[in-house]
């Protein structure tokens, strides 16, 4: 696929543009006019923008137009993708697993891939290196409770009883969502870690109409809502722990908002689907979380959690997951010096791909071996993320 006009990048093999934009409302017109083109088109409506992700080159330039009719422009050098790469000597083995938790589908790399593209892709290549200790990195994923039972991975263990591992011995918290709240205003509600609503729709007017009446209710309170548009369906989501009070600092209750927006959808004629609600975030170990913390701040452009005693770390349009830190215990240096089963890929813009090494390499990373396109580069204490530029 090649790049289209000077808004677009290729992003981990696809045709990708991000457009400032100053609200939710203004993004949400610039959404319509996109779902009018194309009902295939990705679309991740913001705060501050709009994402848009396309299939092929078709449609382009016609985004482009409807972007500067409403003055909205674009910024590429904000684009990137976060993956998730597993190393492994039984990759369908794996695989199998993974399916199971996270309920994806088969990518053409061999991979998973989210059938709704929101969560972090996963690659699974093989791998004959022996790593036997505990990985310092897992996974944390939140579905209704309905689906986790359904995944039937078997006897869970772990302090809060959530946690499996794959053949490889890599680690999963799978934790069971709860509804939003008791009342009926909020019954199209999961809370996944977010608080996250998702709705089948049957027209491209009722996609339209149902982005612009959530973007308007969530303007009218001063809340960063995350609406996205796929395929037959609107995805309305709070964002990790933004429903609760003391992470969205809003003289809000975000249930109250929450009920509005149901209501907004049901009028509407769209109808809810409980099973689909799915958040993953990524977790690291680390013996100096400060100095861990910092280096990937750095390296993915992330912001820090603004609550005090938290180390979440989130990409500030919340396009890509949320890495949390754990600290580790210094002593355990065997572990510490074993490679990791599981690593991180960083798509950017091939335009974009040096000033990326070297704002990683100057946060403290340490650059392991390169290849056309591709730079493989450990943080301080060896976690590792390769830098991949374009498709």
Not at 32 to 39: K, M
Not at 317 to 324: A, E, F, G, S
Request: proline share 5%; glycine share 6%.
């Amino acid at each position: 696929m090649t790049e289209s006009g000077t808004d677009w990048r290729v992003v981990d093999g696809v045709a990708t543009a991000w457009f400032d934009a100053p609200s939710l409302i203004e993004g949400a017109a610039l959404a319509g006019r996109i779902v009018e083109l194309s009902a295939e088109i990705v679309v991740d409506l913001r705060a501050t923008g709009v994402r848009v992700r396309l299939d092929s080159d078709e449609h382009a330039e016609a985004v482009s137009a409807a972007a500067r009719d409403l003055e909205l422009a674009a910024n590429p050098a904000v684009l990137q993708h976060l993956s998730v790469v597993f190393e492994s000597a039984n990759p369908s083995v794996v695989r199998r697993f993974w399916q199971r938790v996270l309920d994806y589908a088969p990518g053409e790399d061999g991979g998973l891939a989210d059938p709704l593209r929101r969560d972090p892709a996963m690659r699974i290549r093989q791998s004959t290196e022996s790593r036997p200790l505990r990985n310092r990195i897992h996974l944390d994923v939140v579905r209704p409770a309905a689906a986790v039972e359904q995944a039937n991975l078997g006897e869970a263990s772990g302090p809060f009883g959530v946690r499996h591992t794959d053949p490889d011995s890599n680690e999963v918290d799978l934790v069971p969502g709860a509804a939003l709240g008791e009342r009926t205003r909020t019954a199209d509600w999961q809370a996944v870690f977010s608080a996250m609503a998702c709705y089948r729709i049957t027209s491209p007017t009722q996609q339209c109409d149902l982005a612009a009446a959530a973007a308007a209710l969530a303007d009218d309170t001063g809340f960063p809502l995350l609406v996205d548009l796929r395929p037959g369906l609107v995805i309305i989501d709070s964002g990790k722990d933004q429903w609760e009070d003391d992470a969205h600092g809003l003289e809000l209750d975000f249930t109250d908002l929450a009920g509005n927006l149901q209501t907004a959808a049901r009028d509407l004629g769209a109808t809810a689907d409980p099973g689909l609600p799915r958040f993953a975030q990524l977790f690291l170990d680390a013996a100096d979380v400060a100095a861990v913390r910092a280096f990937w701040v750095a390296a993915l452009g992330y912001t820090h959690d603004r609550r005090a005693g938290v180390s979440d770390i989130h990409d500030p349009r919340r396009l890509n997951p949320v890495l949390v830190f754990q600290e580790l215990d210094a002593s355990e240096t065997e572990r510490r010096r074993q490679r990791n089963r599981i690593h991180f890929e960083l798509a950017v813009p091939s335009d974009l791909a040096q000033t990326r090494l070297a704002t990683t390499v100057a946060a403290g990373g340490r650059l392991l071996d390169e290849s056309e396109g591709r730079w493989r580069v450990a943080d301080p204490e060896g976690n590792e993320m390769v830098i991949v530029s374009g498709a």
